[in-house]
């Protein structure tokens, strides 16, 4: 038998800093995603670091979270696709 998923909260709260995850949360009008490298877990709270910010998401408005591979490069500009 696997063991039981644990909750969004719960494996952020266990998760190792460092660690690329994906959060979905509740804001004013819908959800939204942060995805990034997990920073700081302050009380109450986790931060991911986006490409563009460092992102504080309260653990009350999580509903989503997990763990995800490490991102692909990115090429460098000026190349042309074939």
Known sequence: MSSPIP????F???APLGTR?????R???G???ALGELVGKPDGGCTVRTRRADV???LRLV???KEVPPAT??????????
């Not at 490069?73 to 074939?82: E, I, Q, V």
């Open 31 to 33: 959800l939204t995603d």
């Open 12 to 14: 952020l709260s266990d």
């Open 73 to 82: 490069p990115r090429r460098p500009p000026g190349r042309a696709l074939p």
């Open 63 to 65: 509903v989503a979270a």
């Open 21 to 25: 995850v994906v959060v979905r949360y």
């Open 27 to 29: 804001i004013e009008g």
């Open 7 to 10: 909750q969004p909260q719960q």
């Open 56 to 58: 504080v998401i309260p």
